[in-house]
Structure formats: C-alpha cells, structure tokens
C-alpha cells in the first residue's frame, strides 16, 4: 500500500547528540515538510521541500538541517543546537503543483532529550 | 505569509449535538483550506478541502465546512456528534504554493 513511514516511533538522545530521523513515503509525491508538534503550539514548520535537491526554511529551522537526495526520502537531522528539542515530529508530503494536493502525514516520531 | 487561526482550545459537546470548530484565514491570493484530524499519538488524517466551487464542502465520518470569503472563515461542522469524534482538529491553509500552515488545533471532546 502506497503510504508514508516515519522511523522510529520513539527515540531517545543524550544532550549534546545529533539524531536523525527517517521519513520515507512511496506516493510519488514531489513535495515534503517537517513539522514540530507541541502541546497548546498546533503543528510548526521546520522545513519543507518541493523538488528533490531542494528545500526551504520554515518558521523553525534553527538547530536542525535536512537533506532531499532522493524523491522518497526526507530525513531530518536534529543538531546539538537545537536547545529544546523534546517534541513529536511530523512528517508529511503531497502532489506539488498549485497547492491544492491534501498532505499525507506519517505516524510520527516523539523525541525526548535524556 | 498565509496563517490560520483556531481561537477556542476546547470544545465540549454532548453527544447528539451539533459540534462546530471554528477557523479564520489570512493569505493573499486564493485559499486553499484543509480540515485535518489527530486521535493521540498518531499522524493527522485529512477530513476535507477546499479549493473552488460550492462553499459549503462535504468530508469524510460526516463532517462539512463552509468556506466565508467576506469573514475569511473556514469552520468545521457535524450535524450530530459522536463520542468517538472526540480528538484534536486542526486547519490548515495554502496560497498556491506548496508551504502549507497549521493552526493550533482545537480539542474537541463529546460528552456521552
């Protein structure tokens, strides 16, 4: 089934650690976004891609870097730099175009600093 | 930038009732809005959208939305609510690009 995995579902770092996070989706769809979740937040963009070799800001990329070498693959890397980075993170993709695709989004990864 | 807003955190409903969450937009251009909904611990699922047309727009498990252009609404509605609508529900809106906002959510909780 088409579909977007999210690896792993829980994960723990020890301060100071960088810590990647997997998202893989098998849709064909050209654009990807991650998102941080946080009690009483809503869902705030970290970083989003349209096109394989390609990626945007979102509104909170400071501490964390992504990379999109293939179409299916848009994996999130969380740096020692990011000071609070205890959250459940998103992933999610849609048809790119004129915006109007509706977002598939994984199950999630909850992180938690140690 | 395009920005939703959800202004309640909650919303209590008894069973039966008509549940409405509410949602207003900001974005230049033409909206392209999305109703989405999260059970704990999961991803979102998506409800319904809004691209062109009819303004009043039918999703999935009974739910509708009626897009306002004059209030810049987007509100979410369920003529009779069930226990297990219970969960959190989020708007989202697009301009025509592909940077897609959420808003805060509502907790929506149905009361037996």
């Known amino acids: 089934d088409g579909g977007i995995t999210q690896s792993p579902k829980y994960l723990f770092r020890k301060e100071g650690q960088n810590v990647t996070l997997s998202c893989e989706q098998n849709?064909?769809?050209?654009?990807m976004y991650w998102y941080r979740q946080d009690p009483g937040q809503g869902l705030r963009l970290i970083y989003y891609?349209?096109?394989?070799?390609?990626?945007q800001k979102g509104d909170i990329a400071e501490g964390y870097s992504v990379s999109r070498e293939k179409k299916e693959s848009f994996p999130l890397t969380v740096t020692s730099a990011q000071k609070n980075p205890t959250a459940f993170y998103l992933c999610?993709?849609?048809?790119?175009?004129?915006?109007?695709?509706?977002?598939?989004f994984g199950q999630g990864t909850r992180l938690t600093v140690v | 930038a395009q920005s939703v807003a959800q202004p309640e955190d909650q919303v209590n409903v008894a069973e039966g009732n008509p549940l409405t969450v509410k949602c207003t937009y900001s974005?230049?251009?033409?909206?392209?809005l999305f109703w989405y909904v999260q059970y704990p611990n999961r991803g979102l699922q998506f409800l319904l959208k809004?691209?062109?047309?009819?303004?009043l727009v039918k999703g999935s498990y009974g739910f509708e939305a009626e897009f306002n252009k004059s209030q810049t609404s987007f509100h979410l509605k369920k003529p009779s609510a069930l226990v297990s609508d219970s969960a959190l529900y989020f708007c989202?809106?697009?301009?025509?690009?592909?940077?897609?906002?959420f808003g805060k959510g509502n907790q929506v909780v149905v009361i037996p």
């Open positions: 809004y691209i062109t047309g009819d303004n």
């Open positions: 999610a993709s849609s048809i790119s175009g004129k915006g109007q695709g509706d977002a598939f």
């Open positions: 849709l064909n769809h050209d654009a």
């Open positions: 891609s349209q096109i394989v070799n390609d990626f």
């Open positions: 974005v230049s251009g033409n909206p392209y």
């Open positions: 989202a809106v697009r301009n025509g690009n592909n940077r897609l906002a």
